[in-house]
């Protein structure tokens, strides 16, 4: 039987972190009754996996064994060309157990310098998965490509938003107004391809 997701549904979002919270509520533009793993005090999974979608299928599942609703989980991070793709799914991990994402940043300039290479291209990338209570789930994957920039400039956003401009742009993702990131980020390109799968 091919999955469905009904308008309306109750879904439970697999994140404790307010600012993907806040953009997954803007993208999925009131279509469903959104409550958090936060709010409902369910456990934060370890993230186990190498990859991003493997780490969203953990949270969305996790999430939905515990509540017994349709869970939504996105696992997403920021990927640098000058080092192979660091810190992807380790990007909240870099911020440290304070997350502290100015640290975060500073080590990304660092770890570039190290290098010696003057290759600022970078990507964010988002796995969104959704996990029924009785087993399935769909997963997909978008991704946004940019150039970092030093210092960061910009407080809106969350995480490495000030370092990141987006292809196209010239304002860093912390400059930016959150609807414009909202309509072609790395998490709003997966909606769509999670939109195409269920909706
Ligand atoms: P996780 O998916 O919970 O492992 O966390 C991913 C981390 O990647 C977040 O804590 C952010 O630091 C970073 N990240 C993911 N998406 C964005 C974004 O849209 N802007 C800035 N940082 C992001």
Do not use: C
């Amino acid at each position: 039987m091919a999955l469905k997701l009904e308008t309306g549904a109750r879904l439970v979002v697999a994140t404790h972190n307010p600012g993907k919270a806040r953009e997954l509520a803007q993208i999925l533009e009131n279509r469903f009754q959104l409550v958090t793993a936060g709010e409902l005090g369910l456990p934060e999974p370890d993230e186990t996996e190498q990859a991003f979608v493997g780490n969203a299928l953990l949270k969305a599942r996790a999430a939905a064994e515990a509540s017994g609703l349709i869970a939504l989980a996105d696992d997403s991070g920021l990927s640098v060309a000058a080092l192979e793709g660091q810190p992807g799914v380790y990007s909240a991990r870099w911020a440290g157990p304070t997350k502290d994402f100015d640290l975060a940043m500073k080590k990304v300039e660092d770890r570039i310098e190290e290098t010696g290479s003057r290759d600022l291209a970078a990507w964010f990338t988002s796995a969104l998965a959704v996990a029924w209570p009785d087993g399935p789930a769909v997963v997909v994957e978008g991704r946004v490509d940019g150039t970092l920039a030093f210092p960061g400039r910009g407080t809106l956003g969350f995480g490495y938003d000030p370092i990141f401009i987006p292809e196209g742009f010239s304002q860093t993702f912390g400059e930016m107004d959150p609807a414009a990131k909202d309509r072609m980020s790395h998490r709003a390109r997966a909606f769509e391809k999670l939109k195409a799968a269920l909706l």
